[in-house]
């Protein structure tokens, strides 16, 4: 139980890497406030985290952002405290460079950039009185510059940014804010798998470790590591989950 007791609110966890570490943490004791827009798969995760421990649903799109300051003051009122944010939610739309519209950067800054940010400005004050954990997320389609990926990308590396800064000012307040970099099997990631199989086994090759991660198994269990005690001395790191994919320097 390494997180008995503890607070976490994860965005975009009624599903696929989120779902993932919503379970990791809840079997080990955290209360999970489950942030989503779909509330069919928010209902069953709320269900499943129940079985653990006491978890809350709020249906919610984090693109508004009056919503991401509600949610972590009724996390806060309802439970007295925060210790984790995981900042997971994520929409885009691929397309080349020269496609990419206005209304794609709008998406990908408006679900992944801007709740991040907001997410780790309305929890500051809390996450500085518990001395608390921020697990941001980024991706190899940043890291790297894949192509049909502008729009992604740079939202994702904006995110990047902005978890070193905060790292940086929030170091000596004790709050540790680290990123995940993965690559894993989720319900977006099967259908693309099933409409094309031989894209998906030349990705399969690409990979040194040959398979996809699980998301609770492979990605909730760092992030339950970043969550716990256990890394207390890390922060400002993108970890890389990604079966060897990308080897940062
Ligand atoms: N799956 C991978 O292999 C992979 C690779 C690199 C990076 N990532 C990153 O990991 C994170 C999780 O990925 P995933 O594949 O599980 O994503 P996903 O698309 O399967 O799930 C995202 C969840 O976020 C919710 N969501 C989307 N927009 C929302 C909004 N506006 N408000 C509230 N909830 C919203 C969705 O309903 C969904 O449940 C994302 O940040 C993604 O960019 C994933």
Redesign the pocket.
């Given at each position: 139980m390494r997180l008995k007791g503890k607070v976490a609110i994860i965005?975009?966890?009624?599903?696929?890497?989120?779902?993932?570490i919503a379970l990791a943490m809840a079997k080990e004791g955290a209360h999970i406030a489950i942030?989503?827009?779909?509330e069919q798969?928010?209902k069953e995760t709320l269900a499943e985290v129940n079985q653990y421990t006491e978890g809350s649903l709020f249906i919610?799109?984090?693109?508004v952002q009056e919503?991401v300051y509600e949610i972590v003051a009724e996390v806060t009122k309802t439970f007295g405290k925060l210790d984790i944010l995981v900042?997971?939610?994520?929409?885009?739309r691929q397309a080349s460079f020269v496609d990419t519209t206005q209304d794609l950067l709008d998406l990908s800054f408006?679900?992944?950039f801007y709740?991040t940010f907001h997410f780790m400005q309305a929890a500051y004050p809390e996450l500085k009185k518990s001395r608390g954990k921020v697990i941001n997320?980024?991706?190899?389609?940043g890291l790297e510059g894949q192509v049909t990926q502008t729009s992604?990308a740079a939202a994702?590396e904006a995110i990047r940014a902005i978890s070193r800064v905060a790292a940086n000012e929030w170091g000596p307040d004790g709050i540790n804010v680290n990123l995940?970099?993965?690559?894993?099997?989720?319900?977006?990631?099967e259908q693309w798998r099933d409409s094309a199989p031989d894209l998906y086994d030349a990705m399969i090759g690409r990979i040194p470790l040959r398979r996809?991660?699980d998301?609770e198994q492979d990605?909730g269990h760092v992030a339950l590591f970043l969550a716990s005690d256990d890394s207390n001395y890390i922060t400002g790191q993108t970890i890389m989950v990604?079966g060897g994919s990308i080897k940062l320097r």
């Open positions: 965005t975009g966890s009624a599903s696929g890497i989120g779902r993932g942030v989503d827009v779909n798969k928010g919610r799109d984090i693109s919503n900042n997971n939610a994520h929409a885009s408006g679900t992944g709740p997320f980024a991706s190899g389609a992604y994702k995940i970099s993965p690559i894993a099997l989720t319900p977006g990631v996809l991660g998301p990605i990604d």
